[in-house]
């Protein structure tokens, strides 16, 4: 059984969470992105929750989580400590037996496994970029470049009542098939999930777009303004992964272009990358047994 309730951190932040499982069990946490919420691993949750203790927060920002206003609340360092101190709360090993991380929640996940790396033994990506190739592609791929426009949008001051909109069709739209279409999975019943799920703010969820300084470079940027990204770099003592991580890509997600994947092992030794054709950006709601097989198999491996 999927239950509610809220932890509050030494981070000074409470996080709303899903959990299933008893407190004593091997700890699976897991990260959704945006524009998403802990609700989409209830299936996971359900299934994992017999052996292993479930947690699935709503990241600082998102539904009834600690929602701070400014910019700076938002630094990775800060969503990184909300973690590592979520784990220790949920864990008496003070360890997650594996991490399970999309989209944003995969981006604070490979920055836990750097800063933390014997607080979890395993790191599962679900189509989010390692850091290091992120600023790669967003600096030299013109194809990433244009993928990743829609950040410019998502860091202005009004995104949040532009996205409110029209009961969310922007954000809905995040969800459409490249020719426009509404995605088999996008049921009714989900959409009102999603719409009940923003209406609790979405401000805290557009701050991690702001704080972020992994942003393309505008076609009509200046040579100055280029400098912010093309002048950037990431120390490798922050790129670096000592733990074994296993990647599910999907192969047809248009925001995430499939060269982020190239290059990784010079981060991340202990690496297995497994494509899903024909797969979007959406991966939990378009192959959830894919996702439940990868996560068993890889729960039965050793970790060094």
């Not at 990743?148 to 996205?163: E, G, I």
Request: with cysteine; glycine share 6%; aromatic share 8%.
């Amino acid at each position: 059984m999927v239950t509610t309730c809220m932890h509050p951190l030494a981070t000074g932040i409470t996080l709303e969470c899903r959990t299933s499982g008893q407190p004593d069990q091997p700890l699976l946490l897991f990260l959704h992105g945006f524009p998403e919420g802990a609700f989409i691993w209830d299936e996971l949750l359900e299934h994992f929750g017999a052996s292993y203790r479930c947690v699935a927060p709503n990241l600082r920002g998102y539904g009834r989580s600690s929602q701070p206003s400014a910019i700076s609340d938002y630094r990775a360092k800060h969503l990184v400590d909300d973690l590592a101190a979520l784990i220790a709360l949920e864990s008496t090993e003070n360890r997650a037996a594996c991490v399970i991380a999309h989209d944003w929640g995969g981006a604070v996940a490979w920055g836990l496994a750097n800063r933390y790396p014997k607080q979890l033994q395993r790191l599962l990506i679900l189509n989010s970029p390692h850091p290091g190739s992120f600023l790669r592609e967003l600096q030299t791929n013109p194809v990433q470049q244009a993928a990743s426009q829609y950040m410019h949008f998502l860091r202005r001051p009004d995104a949040p009542a532009l996205l409110a909109e029209n009961r969310w069709q922007r954000m809905l739209g995040f969800f459409q098939n490249p020719d426009g279409s509404q995605p088999a999975w996008l049921t009714p019943e989900l959409k009102q999930q999603y719409r009940e799920h923003w209406d609790l703010g979405v401000h805290g969820a557009c701050m991690f777009y702001a704080a972020s300084p992994l942003v393309p470079p505008q076609p009509d940027s200046s040579t100055e303004d280029l400098q912010d990204i093309r002048g950037l770099s990431l120390p490798d003592e922050m790129l670096h992964i000592p733990v074994p991580v296993r990647i599910l890509w999907g192969d047809s997600d248009i925001a995430l272009q499939p060269a982020l994947l190239n290059g990784l092992e010079q981060w991340v030794p202990q690496l297995t990358v497994e494509h899903l054709k024909g797969c979007s950006h959406w991966v939990t709601h378009e192959q959830p047994e894919a996702v439940r097989r990868a996560l068993t198999e890889f729960l039965k491996q050793n970790s060094s």
